[in-house]
Nanobody, 115 residues
Framework: QVQLVESGGGLVQPGGSLRLSCAASGSIFRFYVMAWYRQTPEKQRELVVGMTRDGITNYADSVKGRFTISRDVAKNTVYLQMNNLKPEDTAVYYC?????????WGQGTQVTVST
């Protein structure tokens, strides 16, 4: 069983920054890929960025140059640094990983970008 716990969401003005954290139960090196997704009531859940165990990343075009994924293996934590936030980044952000055929999600953290 894998548990993922997100934190760090909140309300921020356009142009501002937030850093999300995803704390995993156990070593994150167990997972080939860890990823961040986001979802709004109007849209399907979409991939924001994924990172492989080897550190290869895949960013959505909409966040390239603004968002950065990183990890702290000692803390079993993956981060999402979000800069120059835009109102369209407003969503619930979820941490995700897979183990074999099982997919695991965190509970989500709300990010709201608004004046």
């Amino acid at each position: 069983q894998v548990q993922l716990v997100e934190s760090g969401g909140g309300l921020v003005q356009p142009g501002g920054s937030l850093r999300l954290s995803c704390a995993a139960s156990g070593s994150i090196f167990r997972f080939y890929v860890m990823a961040w997704y986001r979802q709004t009531p109007e849209k399907q859940r979409e991939l924001v960025v994924g990172m492989t165990r080897d550190g290869i990343t895949n960013y959505a075009d909409s966040v390239k140059g603004r968002f950065t994924i990183s990890r702290d293996v000692a803390k079993n934590t993956v981060y999402l640094q979000m800069n120059n936030l835009k109102p369209e980044d407003t969503a619930v952000y979820y941490c995700n990983t897979k183990v074999g055929v099982m997919t695991y999600w965190g509970q989500g953290t709300q990010v709201t970008v608004s004046t």
